[in-house]
């Protein structure tokens, strides 16, 4: 019997083990994360496990919920401590799911504690683990994790004064213009107000957006992103966006999608202007019950695995798009069901990739299936690895739960004889750090 958590975890032969010794201390780079910059820039702290693990955890919120917790315990007014112990009641129940792997790694990682988080346990850790917080902040898991890089998740009215470098760690604003694409009179005086220029029409929408856009850049952007549930199926041109935006209170729902594909391409272009990244998240349903969005509001734990993307729908949206004016893009879906399919689109356009196993898919089986199908449908070398998209300071084990899982991978196939050590190496460092690294500096 193996060690529990022990330092083979994941590594399942000894060319594995090797690579992972490679990888394992190279630098984060956290291209798409949702943490407050606000508590970076003030180096925040914790009183106790319970606040650093479920404050904002929607992950845990949602097992929670599937073992019968009441919701006094998730997102109610019980403590933090009170959380905590609720949680580490359901652990156990929780074999095989990501979360198992990423409490037990974090509780190794951060608080030196290695056993099995159950009931019995719970106080006895919680102490521990307390205690070890009493001398550690945000500044303290970021240089632990050797964090260099770290991409908010920001609405283009953000003020960004809390982005810029603290201490090793860059941290970087991401633009993300989801909400722009619901035409509400509320969010378009914000931007209006954000900007400095009055948005009557599409002109003026669409300046404000440049000047977003410029602001941005000017504090370190470099990365933008988008969340839907499926690519447009049709695109207006810009005298019919213009029609459309004039008459945005009463709108059809082809009129809506027509809109949302002329400003999807849009900004595509304005991205590759500036020489950004574009990340488009898709195959995702939101807020799916009434009850508890009105309760919990959104990114509570009640979005949900969307239908397949239509290939063709994809592959519409990137036509749209000569490769010159293209920008880098990655490319993720939630519902792998047709993962091959997507995947297999990335080598009919430039600049495109596949994007790492994401949300519901990052477990260990989710993650060795998008290794697996990107390495066999499209080109696995040019990937840029693992991010957090997570809220909790502590995620950062979830790189090593990935290094771990492809240096597995890629230890499998040397084992085998079907690839050169040397040729794994070179790939692993690249996938783990090298990449994201040259497209982010250049």
């Known amino acids: 019997m193996k060690e529990f958590f022990g330092e083979e975890l994941l590594l399942g032969s000894e060319t594995a083990k090797k690579l992972y010794s490679l990888v394992k201390d190279l630098p984060i780079i956290d291209y798409h994360c949702h943490l407050d910059q606000n508590k970076i820039a003030a180096d925040a702290g914790f009183s106790d496990i319970g606040e650093l693990w479920l404050a904002g955890d929607h992950y845990k ?41 990423w409490t037990h790694m974090e509780l190794k990682q951060v608080f030196g504690i290695n056993e099995p988080l159950n009931k ?95 602001y941005f850049v000017q504090k370190g952007c470099k990365i933008s992103d988008h969340g839907f549930e499926r690519f447009p199926k049709a695109y207006a041109t810009e005298a019919e966006a213009a029609e459309i935006f004039a008459r945005r209170g009463s709108l059809n729902e082809e009129e809506k999608e027509k809109f949302f594909g002329f400003l999807l391409v849009w900004f595509a272009k304005e991205y590759a202007k500036r020489k950004m990244i574009m990340q488009l998240h898709f195959a995702v349903i939101r807020n799916n019950n009434p009850e508890m969005f009105t309760r919990c509001g959104a990114d509570a734990g009640f979005d949900l695995i969307g239908e397949e993307q239509s290939v063709k729908d994809l592959v519409r949206f990137f036509a749209q798009l000569p490769d010159a004016e293209r920008p880098e893009t990655v490319i993720y879906t939630l519902n792998d069901g047709n993962l091959p399919s997507i995947i297999a689109a990335t080598g009919a356009f430039r600049k495109v990739r596949a994007g790492a196993a994401w949300w519901f898919n990052d477990t260990v089986e989710g993650i060795r299936k998008n290794l697996k199908t990107v390495a066999e449908y499209s080109v696995l070398g040019t990937s840029f690895g693992m991010l957090t998209d997570s809220r909790s300071f502590s995620s950062y084990a979830r790189f090593d739960f990935f290094r771990r899982i492809l240096c597995g991978y890629l230890g499998d196939l040397v084992e085998k004889g079907e690839y050169d050590f040397s040729g794994a190496e070179t790939l692993a460092k690249d996938i783990c750090y090298n990449n994201i690294r040259s497209a982010i500096y250049g």
């Open 61 to 101: 919120w949602r097992a929670m919920r599937l073992c019968g917790v009441d919701e006094e315990y998730i997102t109610g007014g019980a403590s933090y401590k009170e959380k905590f112990l609720k949680y580490a009641e359901i652990v156990p129940k929780l074999a095989g799911n990501a979360l198992y792997y």
């Open 120 to 214: 019995e346990s719970a106080e006895r850790i919680y102490r521990q683990a307390t205690a070890v917080l009493k001398t550690t902040t945000v500044s303290t898991l970021l240089s632990r994790y050797k964090v260099e890089y770290v991409a908010t998740t920001d609405d283009p009215i953000d003020n960004l004064k809390a982005h810029g470098r603290y201490q090793n760690t860059q941290v970087s604003p991401t633009f993300r213009p989801d909400k722009v694409f619901a035409l509400s009179n509320e969010y378009l005086s914000a931007l209006s107000k954000a900007a400095g220029t009055e948005i009557s029409s599409l002109k003026g929408l669409l300046t404000a957006l440049e000047n977003r856009l410029d």
